[in-house]
């Protein structure tokens, strides 16, 4: 028993081939089990929606705007009869993005449905397969991880845009160290997706990072102006006067907490009212922003890729409104634990606890159906990770070295 506790301590059970070959079994099961779902419902999911559910969303809201009706994904009176005509057992799916979000997907509204689906996947995973081999190296083993990590089939199943979050999230603080205005720039894009930032301001302002910080509200500005100038200053108001559906979505569990990965959401699960839940949601959030804070003050001397980490775990804890496909945001996170893993030595029982975060995502779904709140255990569980490591770091009272990106 001890050796067994010692192996999986230090992780010696998770051997470069094992990185491989395990994780490229589960994206064979997931596939075939994908497949046959599809094949067995006449290629269609269970619920008679088409695969990529969410992306009925964009895809609709991007050939409205692009015939010239660019004020309908804000008006349901005027979207869910566009969507239930192309997809009359699809059910509605709000837009709740803001403009500039409506801009991006302008090119796939071009395009035939399932044609515009994959090459959103196709491109936005392929862009956030480059920033993970960028922070994480490896190539081939991080290409089958990112793949075979269940938030992924999470993120293709739904058409969602976790890949595109990951991609800017983890490829602005990858950039962060040699590149702040580009960073600033990624983390300005990111806006499109404002509840998963909630955090990054105040890591920059504890960093004193002002590059990034100014370079990131410019980069805001010009996406706010853009989108105006191009769907018409309008688009605006009609985004900001839908903002109580947004949250009566949350509240009133439109969507359904046990598919949403906040402690809000569990703790709403667990019967509690909308203001105890917030309430103990919020002071979690607060704890958790002033680790990150703590971590990114410079005299800390915590190393860059452990604060990444961080922020990036901490970044799903904080927000209210997050779903389970949003739990790719950890696959960068847990690439640049393994980074600076692979560089200053793993601590006891990292690689153990990244192995249990990465397969929980698939265990995830069987919780959902049970309606048991697991999912904030998840990102707690990487956080929990950085922040050992962060202390560990400025325990050691030493300089934390200068983060070297892959290559």
């Not at 515009?116 to 290409?143: D, E, H, K, N, P």
């Not at 930032?197 to 509200?217: E, H, K, N, Y």
Request: glycine share 8%; proline share 6%; net charge positive.
């Amino acid at each position: 028993m001890a050796h067994f506790l010692a192996g999986l301590s230090q992780g010696t059970w998770i051997s470069r081939d094992r990185m491989v070959v395990y994780p490229a079994m589960l994206l064979v099961l997931t596939v075939a089990a994908t497949v046959y779902v599809l094949w067995s419902h006449g290629g269609v999911m269970p619920n008679g929606a088409p695969f990529g559910t969410d992306f009925v969303s964009y895809w609709v809201a991007a050939r409205e705007a692009l015939a010239g009706n660019p004020l309908v994904p804000y008006d349901r009176a005027l979207f869910e009869p566009a969507q239930r005509t192309l997809f009359p057992e699809a059910g509605y799916f709000a837009f709740f993005y803001p403009p500039h979000y409506l801009v991006y997907m302008l090119p796939f509204g071009a395009l035939p449905f399932y044609a515009a689906l994959g090459a959103w996947m196709v491109a936005s995973f392929g862009v956030c397969l480059w920033v993970l081999t960028r922070i994480a190296g490896r190539s081939l083993q991080v290409a089958v991880l990112a793949l075979a990590f269940p938030a992924a089939f999470l993120t293709i199943a739904h058409g969602q845009n976790a890949f595109l979050s990951a991609a800017l999230f983890g490829g602005g603080l990858y950039l962060l160290p040699k590149r702040p205005v580009m960073a600033g720039i990624l983390f300005g894009l990111l806006t499109y997706k404002p509840q998963l930032g909630l955090l990054i301001p105040l890591a920059l302002l504890a960093a004193g990072q002002w590059r990034a910080i100014a370079s990131a509200g410019a980069t805001l500005a010009v996406l706010v102006a853009g989108s105006a100038l191009l769907l018409g200053l309008d688009i605006w108001t009609a985004f900001l006067a839908q903002g109580d559906q947004a949250l009566q979505t949350l509240t009133l569990g439109w969507v359904g907490w046990n598919k949403m990965i906040s402690a809000y959401a569990a703790i709403r699960l667990s019967g509690a009212t909308d203001g105890v839940a917030m309430t103990l949601h919020v002071t979690l959030a607060a704890a958790v922003a002033a680790s990150v804070v703590w971590a990114w003050l410079p005299r800390n001397g915590v190393a860059h890729e452990t604060k990444a980490a961080l922020l990036l775990s901490a970044a799903l804890i904080a927000t209210p409104f997050g779903l389970n496909y949003d739990l790719y945001l950890l696959a960068p996170a847990m690439a640049f634990v393994a980074a600076r893993g692979w560089t200053a030595g793993f601590l006891p029982w990292e690689k153990t606890v990244m192995a249990i975060a990465f397969v929980a995502p698939l265990v995830l779904l069987f919780a959902i159906r049970a309606g048991v709140p697991m999912g904030p255990f998840i990102a707690l569980a990487v956080f929990a990770l950085a922040l050992r490591r962060a202390s560990f770091e400025r325990g050691t009272r030493a300089p934390a070295a200068a983060f070297q990106p892959a290559e």
